[in-house]
């Protein structure tokens, strides 16, 4: 089957069927940042909050020992009530290396391109983004992202709703070679000029496109990789 093709290579997935509460101490998740314990799951959903919340937190692996890594998670913002507004964008998923603080293939909320709910940002390898999702985007709607990172040339890609790899993408900027090992996949919460939440499901971590854009169902959740 097709899923059963995609498991030979996947690095590792979680469809958040925990508890309500906490993330931290669920699966392999692990705080790197923050107040622990204010990173939340609620109703099978990651609760990434934009405000007061502090804690990042991060499912590691092991490197995977190929140049490019991908990542697919389906995500919703909730209607905080206005577009997104200003400058003042946070990331809010990224891969990251074995250390507390070098992130890469970062993904934002942004002010939508033509006046709509928002948008999203890539960013390579820095922590404003580096290019925006053409399209507008709207409260409330699941979207399913797909970034890969590459690890030798330092740039990061995006796809929004993307069926093929070769379906539209957004590049993030070339930075200097090379990039960061990927040891891990995180969410981020942090201040900024809407405290909108955003609400994550679906995760997939892979070495190729195929094994990320379509969500590991819930029956196979058992056959990652970790």
Known sequence: ?????????????????YPDGSLVGNGAWVNHSGTEG?????????????????EDANVPFAPSGTDDIFFGIDFTVDDPGAPIPGTDNEYFAHFKDDTTFNFCGRLDIVPAPSGGDFSVGIASDSSTADAVWPNDLTYGVTYRAVVRYSQVNNQAELWIDASAVSDPSLLGADQPDPGDVVQGFALRQSDSNQTETIRI???????TFDDVVVPVPVELQSFSIE
Do not use: R
């Open 1 to 17: 089957s097709v899923f059963g093709a995609a498991q030979a290579v996947e690095i590792t997935h979680d469809n958040f069927d």
């Open 201 to 207: 499901d679906a995760l997939v971590v892979g070495t």
């Open 38 to 54: 204010d990173l939340m799951v609620a109703s099978g959903q990651a609760v990434v909050q934009h405000g007061a919340p502090s």
